[in-house]
């Protein structure tokens, strides 16, 4: 296995979680968009048994998503052969609003980590103290702008090519 960089990180060191976010979007391939209310987000760190951070959740509150159109899927042969047509793909939403709460900006597992439920956990765990009280339906979560490999998860996580997606850099579906 390979050296983690993001592994610096104490679990103790909640002092660091900009530093952390800023390394997440550098390896999403994000600019450097700054949150667009600190009293409106919320950081879910993932830290394995060696105390180091292998997964970053950043999610905020929102009011509108998007749903997906899903594209009709040529004849495929093989699992692998249907994974690179959706990462290669273009995709569309559709430009009615519909109403949602939960917008995850940034989901992240470090790679030599991933396909070990990590985000799903991560997910789950937001569901259930994104609002107090209260347990998030899948219906009610968008993804920003997913990358391919995070197109493929919430297609997964969501059971649906059509789950929500929003713009987190514009701000205007903040509440």
């Known amino acids: 296995m390979g050296s983690n960089p993001y592994s610096r990180y104490p679990v103790s060191g909640m002092g660091k979680v900009d530093e952390i ?3 997440v979007d550098n390896d999403l391939g994000f600019q450097q968009a700054p949150l667009m209310c600190y009293s409106r ?6 830290i394995s048994n060696d105390k180091k951070v292998v997964g970053c959740l950043i999610a905020e509150h929102i009011q509108w998503g998007y749903r997906v159109i899903e594209e009709k899927l040529p004849a495929i042969r093989s699992e692998e052969e249907k994974v690179r047509f959706e990462r290669q793909k273009a ?31 991560m997910i789950e765990c937001l569901r259930s103290n ?8 899948k219906e009610e ?8 490999d995070g197109k493929l998860f ?13 713009n ?7 509440t």
């Open 130 to 137: 994104f609002i107090y009280g209260s347990y998030l339906s």
């Open 91 to 121: 995709w569309c939403c559709s430009t009615l609003p519909e109403p949602a709460i939960c917008g995850i900006s940034r989901i992240w597992v470090f790679s030599m980590m991933r396909r070990k439920k990590i985000a799903s956990r």
């Open 154 to 166: 919430a297609t997964q996580y969501c059971g649906t090519g059509q789950f929500l997606v929003y």
């Open 141 to 148: 979560i968008a993804f920003s702008d997913p990358t391919p």
């Open 41 to 46: 987000t919320k950081t879910l760190l993932f």
């Open 21 to 23: 976010r800023e390394m």
């Open 168 to 174: 987190f850099i514009n701000g205007q579906n903040s």
